[in-house]
């Protein structure tokens, strides 16, 4: 079998179609323990089998099943598998070749110079291959690749080599034909530079150069500014890279982070030039270079050369300080590094000595120290000025080693973006400074005339260059806040304070300060506050500093900002009558000072967990002379500190400047309602709550149907039942003791969804109140139901109150009134109650007949209703749509039930809810718009109509509504609705023939305006009609003003030559007719004297720019110098439309 065994059945009984049985039969045999053979063939050769074997005797007994393994010789001959051997790696000294044989066999090899004679397998067999440059056997294994070197002696550059392989069974039974394999060795010998790049041709972006190689390859370059890093570490790495290694050989082929890169051909000993372009002016570059030959070999290594743009100008130089006062960089610390910026590199005039690569030489230690600074101390000195007499050259360390100002054998260089960098390290007490500047002093450097040049090779050389003055800063004292909430003072049982605001202090550059500048802390709070006060110094013990009980700080109604206290006249020396100020020196440099609060009392209040708010903690660090402390620590308020130290003699040395400490207390008491609170306004589906605490918190509530949730005080009362629900309260009342209930619990009101989310008529919610009343609606209530609702009261420290419990009912369901406002062209929709609204426009000439009949006739009023609309001073005579646009108003709003609601009856509301809803019904009504809304409580909503409007036409707009659980309608209508005109009137010209007479022109002119003509007052607050009849009183002057009125009607030079033709109207109008007489070229008509011509919703022509319309008449000339065509054209204020125009 090919796979594992068989069972016994399968064993006696082959099947002929089965996949694992190959070969099957029986052997008799003839006794016990008598062996038996049998020759199975037809195997395959190297396969590996599985012999299945059971006995039967004559009784059918059987043996167990026995199956054993075994595997065909392998008899085939060895070979190589296809496309093996092959030469996997070839250098200019060694062979690599990779095989993989057909069979488990041995291999046999041999490498000889091209041409020799082949061996023959006996020579294999018998290691006698002479003249072999390597030679030897492996074993192999079928179908396994070997790769291994070929060669046991170093080949020789660029020779071609014969490899001879031959494969053979272990017993010599098989053997394959020896296989020969060609190869040659490659160039493995770098390029060599016979001239490196060598600049010969410099501009003033590019510059030019020329190499020279030993062979034929390519040369690869890239540019960086001078004194970049490069070629850069690989990512893991740090640290120069070594220019010998492949990854600076690769980064310059590749030209990888550089800011320029090419490659150039290169032939076998011959100068080739190359450019590098697109650089900056008057600039520096390192060039980096290497060059690889056609077998892909590598220079050495990467070569570099400094190059330079065209250079006609001297280096120029800037100053810098690492260390100053706040974001002010140019006031320096005292320990500040003070770094000369020259704008290319640098060389000493003299020596041409770059002092970049001297510094170099120096740092490495293969040059002294002294050589750099003997450079640097004749080309860069510092003065110090007093300003008391000249400026004086600072102490050199090699003259006073003990009052030193500069040492420059510590001086440092640096290369940075092109820029040689020249720093003088700070102070602070290291042994590697170059300056020990002063606090307080002014300094500046001067670069010496002839002894800077740059780099370039126009050597340019510096003149004399004196750098800005600049004065160090007063020493200062950084504040920072302390996270730590407890200290330990003593020891003792009472050893542990709790301490409310910890800060330290950090001095720096104060031992810079002479022993006559003292110092002192102030301490502010804007809050009464009592309090004790510890220091600690440099992490040792802390004590107590005010020895003579707590301190406190009291604002007045005068206090304005803060109030404070000092450190030292109010603690550290209490009692003193001439307090005496330590030295600002004795506060040393590298040791810290910490201070803690530990507050008694809060706004008179020593109670802790009633603190409540935010107290604020300022600390100022100032100092100056004794005298002037003195006067600051007597009074520590906003006005001294102005005069002392903003306006004063007294330095503010700490900083931050503004450093506040905010220390936030939580009240721990719980709030509570305010009296009258909470207040509870029901409706028949909704209820209002108005929640008001006594402080912040917020409050939790749940609000359910009577029963719904299992309510049980400590008495065992159930407050479903009566009379215990009605004894609940229906407001707040702080008179009146709340139960304490033992059902439902805290939890639940805090986590209502886990409760009570199954029920839809429980409704919760939570909310902060602060200082307001909070008003809250709870919808989806039913009506008439009696309600609980239940307050859990959190503080702001997530402290709970017990349950509260208050009751309310639910009203009857109430029919909506509806409040229409006319928002032209839109309609704002408003319900009393929470309401499903339907609504139509209509065009004021599509309104059906029965709504233009008496209301009174067609209401159905019974008797008693009828009394009340003949004594309600109402219009008895309005019609039905009158009554749904009237509002019977209520209280002292606008709001309220229409008249229709008041008294129509069924009958009559049937039929016009019908018509407003669309229903089917006896009546008809065109619309332009309809549809339903969905209204809340109170919540308008407002529909957008002038998509379905037209433009000079008036609209009504009518409504039904319906409360959600009701089942009566309220009605309301409104009119008026339109597309409002923002556009003035347009004015068309037109008139008969006119005649010349003697004393002009006569004829008629007609002047036609888009809508009827209204007068607009000047200052645009009033309005009136234009008539062609003269207001006989004043009521109709008020009204109206006469078109050709004198003081208000058309002016202009032919106003008073015009009289009207069509007769006298008390009646606005859009067209006027006119006669004319005596009208000459030039004569004018002007709209209006005083005023703007206008229409009714006020868009007076030319009011927006202030300018009138005028006409004026003009004639033309005809061939024979006749006048003819005289008429009136528009010449000032026109508008698009109007005609004629110039």
């Known amino acids: 079998m090919t796979d594992g065994s068989v069972g016994v059945d399968d064993l006696l009984n082959p099947s002929s179609y089965s996949p694992k049985i190959v070969k099957s039969g029986t052997l008799s045999l003839t006794g016990s323990s008598q062996p038996g053979s049998v020759k199975i063939s037809g195997l395959t050769s190297d396969g590996s089998y599985y012999l299945s074997a059971v006995f039967v005797d004559a009784r059918e007994e059987r043996s167990p099943l026995k199956v054993i393994s075994f595997t065909t010789p392998d008899n085939t001959v060895p070979n190589f598998a296809s496309g093996y051997p092959y030469m996997s790696k070839i250098t200019s000294t060694s062979g690599q070749v990779t095989t993989m044989a057909t069979k488990s066999c041995r291999l046999y090899w041999a490498v000889l110079p091209k041409g020799a004679s082949a061996p023959t397998a006996n020579d294999f067999k018998a290691n006698a291959v002479s003249g072999n440059l390597g030679f030897g056997t492996l074993d192999v294994t079928k179908n396994v690749s070997n790769t291994f070197d070929v060669n046991n002696v170093p080949l020789e550059e660029l020779e071609s080599y014969d490899l001879y392989l031959w494969l053979t069974d272990v017993d010599g039974g098989q053997s394959s034909a ?43 370059w890239v540019v960086v500014k001078e004194g970049e890093e490069y070629p850069k570490p690989l990512a893991g790495q740090s640290g120069k890279v070594d220019l010998s290694s492949d990854n600076a050989k690769l980064q310059v082929s590749a030209g990888m982070n550089a800011l320029k890169n090419g490659k150039v051909t290169m032939t076998e000993g011959k100068d080739v030039s190359f450019t590098v372009s697109g650089l900056e002016k008057e ?93 640097l101390r004749d080309s860069i000195k510092l003065y110090q000025d007093t300003g008391n007499g000249p400026a004086t050259q600072v102490v050199d360390y090699k003259d006073d080693k003990d009052n030193w100002t500069i040492n420059y054998e510590n001086v440092v260089i640096k290369q940075e973006d092109g820029k040689t960098v020249v720093v003088f390290p700070g102070s602070g007490g290291s042994a590697d400074a170059a300056l020990n500047l002063q606090s307080g002093a002014t300094y500046y450097f001067e670069i010496e005339a002839g002894k800077i040049a740059d780099t370039s090779e126009s050597k340019n050389v510096m003149g004399k260059v004196t750098l800005d003055k600049f004065t160090t800063v007063f020493a200062q004292v950084n504040i920072s806040t302390v996270n730590q909430a407890e200290i330990t003072v003593g020891s003792g049982p009472d050893n542990k304070k709790t301490v409310n605001a910890v800060w330290k202090l950090d001095p720096v550059t104060t031992d810079k300060v002479g022993d006559f500048i003292d110092w002192d802390m102030l301490i502010w709070t804007d809050t009464n506050l009592s309090f004790n006060l510890y220091r600690s110094t440099d992490g040792g013990p802390w004590e107590q500093l005010n020895k003579k009980g707590e301190v406190t700080i009291t604002l007045s109604s005068a206090t304005e900002g803060f109030l404070g206290v000092s450190l030292t006249k109010d603690f550290l020396k209490v009692g003193e009558t001439m307090t005496d100020f330590d030295p600002l020196n004795e506060l040393k440099e590298g040791q810290t000072y910490e201070y803690a609060m530990e507050f008694t009392s809060v706004n008179g209040e020593r109670d802790k967990q009633a603190w409540n708010g935010r107290v604020n903690i300022r600390v100022n660090v100032v100092a100056g002379k004794d005298n002037d402390l003195r006067m600051m620590a007597t009074s520590v308020t906003e006005q001294n500190w102005m005069d002392t130290v903003v306006n004063g003699d007294l330095t503010d040395i700490g900083l931050p400047k503004d450093f506040t400490l905010k220390v936030p207390f939580s009240d721990q008491s719980i709030p509570e309602f305010t009296s009258g609170y909470p207040k509870f306004t029901p409706g028949a589906t909704d209820a209002q709550m108005e929640l008001l605490l006594n402080r912040p918190g ?76 909070v008003k809250l609606s709870v919808e989806d209530l039913s009506p008439q139901t009696d309600y609980i609702v239940y307050f859990v009261i959190q503080n702001t420290a997530q402290n709970y109150s017990e349950v509260q419990c208050y009751r309310f009912t639910t009203t009857d369901v109430g029919t909506p009134y509806i409040t229409l406002n006319n928002q032209s062209p839109d309609v704002q929709f408003k319900t009393s109650e929470s309401s499903e609204l339907n609504y139509v426009l209509v065009a004021y000439n599509q309104i059906p007949d029965f709504l233009k009949g008496k209301f009174a006739t067609e209401a159905n009023m019974d008797q008693e209703d009828l009394k009340k609309f003949q004594s309600s001073g109402l219009n008895q005579d309005m019609t039905i749509l009158e009554a749904l646009i009237e509002t019977v108003r209520q209280g002292s709003g606008n709001e309220g039930p229409s008249v229709f609601d008041m008294y129509a009856k069924a009958s009559l509301r049937d039929r016009v809810g019908k018509l407003i809803r669309r229903n089917q019904s006896g009546d008809s009504m065109t619309t332009v718009a309809s549809g339903p809304i969905s209204l809340e409580k109170n919540v308008p909503q407002v529909k ?24 009566e309608d309220g009605f309301k209508a409104i009119g008026g609705v339109n597309i409002p005109d923002n556009d003035p009137p347009v004015l068309s010209v037109t008139g008969g023939q006119a005649i010349p007479t003697d004393k002009g022109w006569s004829g008629t002119v007609t002047l036609t305006f888009s809508e009827n003509l209204y007068w607009l007052s000047e200052d645009r607050q009033t309005l009136k009609e234009v008539w062609t009849k003269e207001p006989v009183n004043a009521t109709q002057g008020q009204k109206a003003v006469y078109i050709l009125d004198e003081a208000f009607g058309i002016g202009g030079s032919a106003a008073k030559k015009l ?28 709209f209006f004297r005083t005023g703007y011509a206008s229409d009714m919703n006020m868009n007076g022509r030319g009011m927006e720019a202030k300018t009138k319309t005028i006409l004026t008449y003009v004639t033309g000339t005809g061939t024979t110098n006749f006048l003819t065509n005289g008429h009136f054209v528009i010449t000032q204020g026109a508008i698009e439309g109007d005609s004629p125009t110039t």
């Open 283 to 375: 600039t520096a570059y390192d060039l980096y270079y290497v060059a690889q030959d056609k077998a892909g070999n590598y220079s050495e290594t990467v070569g570099k050369i400094t190059i330079h743009t065209l250079d006609p100008n001297a280096p120029t130089v800037t100053q810098e300080f690492t260390k100053y006062n706040g974001t002010d960089s140019t006031t320096p610390l005292p320990n500040t590094d003070v770094r000369l910026v020259f704008s290319e590199g640098i060389q000493d005039a003299g020596t041409n000595q770059n002092l970049y690569e001297l510094y170099q030489k120096v740092a490495a230690g293969t040059e002294p120290k002294s050589k750099l600074a003997g450079l």
């Open 698 to 773: 917020t409050v939790y509530y749940v609000v359910a149907p009577k029963g719904d949730i299992l309510t049980t005080d400590k008495d065992g009362n159930n407050y479903k039942d009566e009379p215990h629900y009605s004894s609940l309260p229906t407001e707040g009342n702080n008179t009146i003791t709340m139960p304490s209930f033992n059902q439902p619990q805290v939890m639940d009101i805090l986590n209502p969804e886990k409760s009570y989310s199954k029920n839809p008529s429980i409704k919760y919610d939570n909310t902060a109140c602060q200082s307001s009343v």
């Open 1059 to 1086: 009289k009207l033709e069509d007769g006298a109207f008390a009646s606005p109008s859009g067209t006027f007719t006119f006669k004319y007489e005596g009208v000459v070229e030039g004569d004018t008509l002007v």
């Open 178 to 220: 020896v296989k020969k394999v060609s190869f040659t060795t490659v160039d493995g010998t770098p390029p060599r530079f016979n001239t490196n790049p060598t600049v010969n041709k410099v501009n003033a972006t590019s510059v030019g150069l020329y190499a020279n190689l030993n062979e034929a390859g390519t040369l690869y």
């Open 944 to 967: 957008q109509f002038e998509q379905y409007m037209n433009m000079n036409t008036l609209y009504y707009c009518l409504a039904v509504a319906r409360n959600k659980d009701g089942t």
